[in-house]
Every structure is written in structure tokens, then in C-alpha cells.
């Protein structure tokens, strides 16, 4: 079993704390966290991580005893130097403490080459050596779909940005392949988070990673099991109105969650997630997120 805390809020700071109260854990005290945001591009949520939402949980970690704090991440197709910029994320890391890596700029020396076992990358891919070597694992993402193949981008479509991008063919082979799905969910493979946070408070429930229909879910999903996060995002994607693709067949049948299921990433069925609520309202949603995944 994993738990899965589901919060009903329009409130970003309320929602991380919360998700932290609910889940009752703290894998980052004494230790050297990483931290993954979603930086796709500079543009405001669902596209791209709120910086409420972020400061909320840098501060959090800060307060539950992390050693050091590093932001690693690389964007695309936005530059990533400019998206940090326009975020805010140096007048942050200065006010907060924390480090900051682009990704983007980082030399092949800082890649480890990766090669799941049955991969659908022709020759691996190469993968953010400070996250292959990382003590502990933060990362928060958005609720939304992908309208380039990906279908949804949730907490596994998170993970490509530890893949590099500049200079280098794998973003143009994961887009144009029909194994695009599996292919997300196999980076997922080569590491684990220690806590992932969604921020659900807007979504596009069509169109994305940059642009898209917007719908308030006003929700928070966390949890440390990617599957699960994952799962019950397709789910509340489908009880908002989404696209075709997010909605045929199960929602363990969605490629990303079914070659993750195979790769052992995490659970393999929706009777293995226990929910964890703060309110009636919570609740209410719990019971919408289980119809769906029955179905």
C-alpha cells in the first residue's frame, strides 16, 4: 500500500502544508535534497510550477532539518538561464538559501548514460548525474495534458527534464516515436523521489504542456509512489473533461502507467493506494478519483 493525500484547496500554501501533515513523513532531514520543479517554460500554472506553490515548499524543508537544498533543473523549448530569471528563482534561492543548477548548461562529464532493461531508447539516454547520485528526491509537478504525444504530463513527464536537451537528439527521439509513452515512463526507472507534491489548484484538461484549456480542480495530490500520483491525476483529469487519449480504456492502461507498472516503478493497482484527506469536501473528491479508477 501507498498513501496518497488528496487536499481540497485553493490555497497553495495551505495545500503544501497540509500535504506534508497528511503524509506524516520526513525523508529530508540531515540530508542533501534535490530539488525538481516544473520548468518547461516561464509561464504561469498550469504550464509551469507556481512559485508559491515552490517557496511553500522550499521553506517546509528547510524547517523539516534538509542539510543543503539544490534546484537542478533544465527547461524546453524556453531557454532555461531565462525561464530562472523570469520565475524569480535567484531572488528566491538568495532570500531562501538554496542552490541553483541549470541542467542545460551542465557538461556530458555531469550525465550518467542509462539503459533500461527492454528500453525503447535506441541507445539509452543520458540522465542528470545529480539526481543518479542524489541522497534525497523533491519534486513537484502540475496537473495538465500533453497534447505532443505524451498524453498527460503529470509526475513521470516530469522526469524528461533530466535528460538533456540542448545539443543533444533524445528530446527529438522521445516526440517523434510511437513509444513516446513508454519510453517517459522508462527514465522513471534509473531513480526515485522521495516525495512528490502536484499542484492541481488550475489545469488545462486539454491541450498542454504550454497552453491549454484551464480548469480550476483546486486540489493538491501528494504522495512518494510516482504511479499512484499519476494514476489519480488521469483520474481527476477525466472527472474535470479531458481529451480522447486521457480517457480510453483503464486508467492502468494509459502507457505511461502501464509500462511503469512493468518496470516496478511503483504500485500496480488502484486497491494499493490508501488515501489520506483533510476535510469532507477531500473526501467528496476521493470518492470521484475511485469511480474513476474502476472503471
Not at 161 to 180: F, W
Request: hydrophobic share 40%; proline share 4%; charged share 30%.
Amino acid at each position: 500500500m501507498t498513501k496518497i493525500a488528496v487536499i481540497s484547496t485553493k490555497d497553495r500554501i495551505y495545500g503544501v502544508n497540509k500535504s506534508f501533515e497528511l503524509l506524516g513523513i520526513n525523508p529530508v532531514k540531515d540530508k542533501n535534497v534535490i530539488f525538481k520543479p516544473n520548468f518547461n517554460t516561464a509561464d504561469p500554472p498550469p504550464a509551469a510550477t507556481s512559485m508559491e506553490t515552490m517557496k511553500q515548499m522550499l521553506i517546509k524543508l528547510k524547517e523539516m532539518g534538509a542539510k543543503t537544498i539544490t534546484v537542478a533543473e533544465r527547461s524546453g523549448p524556453a531557454n532555461t538561464e531565462e525561464v530562472f530569471k523570469d520565475k524569480g528563482l535567484y531572488d528566491l534561492a538568495k532570500e531562501l538559501d538554496f542552490k541553483i543548477l541549470n541542467l542545460a548548461t551542465a557538461p556530458k562529464e555531469e550525465y550518467v548514460l542509462k539503459q533500461p532493461k527492454g528500453s525503447h531508447w535506441q541507445e539509452g539516454f543520458l540522465f542528470a548525474k545529480i539526481y543518479d547520485e542524489a541522497e534525497c528526491i523533491v519534486e513537484t509537478c502540475c496537473l495538465k495534458t500533453h497534447q505532443y504525444g505524451g498524453h498527460f504530463t503529470l509526475s513521470m513527464k516530469n522526469a524528461t527534464g533530466l535528460v538533456p536537451r540542448d545539443d543533444y537528439t533524445y528530446m527529438k527521439e522521445l516526440h517523434s516515436s510511437e513509444n513516446q509513452r513508454k519510453m517517459i515512463a522508462e527514465i522513471n526507472a534509473v531513480y526515485k523521489a522521495d516525495l512528490i507534491i502536484m499542484d492541481g489548484v488550475e489545469t488545462f484538461i486539454d491541450g498542454g504542456p504550454m497552453e491549454g484549456t484551464r480548469k480550476e480542480a483546486n486540489v493538491f495530490i501528494a504522495g512518494t509512489d510516482k504511479i499512484a500520483i499519476d494514476a489519480v491525476g488521469v483520474a481527476l483529469l477525466r472527472i474535470l473533461g479531458t481529451t480522447d487519449d486521457v480517457s480510453k480504456g483503464s486508467v492502468f492502461e494509459q502507457e505511461q502507467i502501464s509500462r511503469a507498472v512493468e518496470l516496478g516503478i511503483g504500485i500496480s493497482s488502484p486497491d494499493e493506494i490508501e488515501f489520506i484527506t483533510d476535510s469532507e469536501e477531500s473526501d467528496k473528491i476521493v470518492e470521484k478519483i475511485k469511480q474513476k479508477l474502476a472503471e
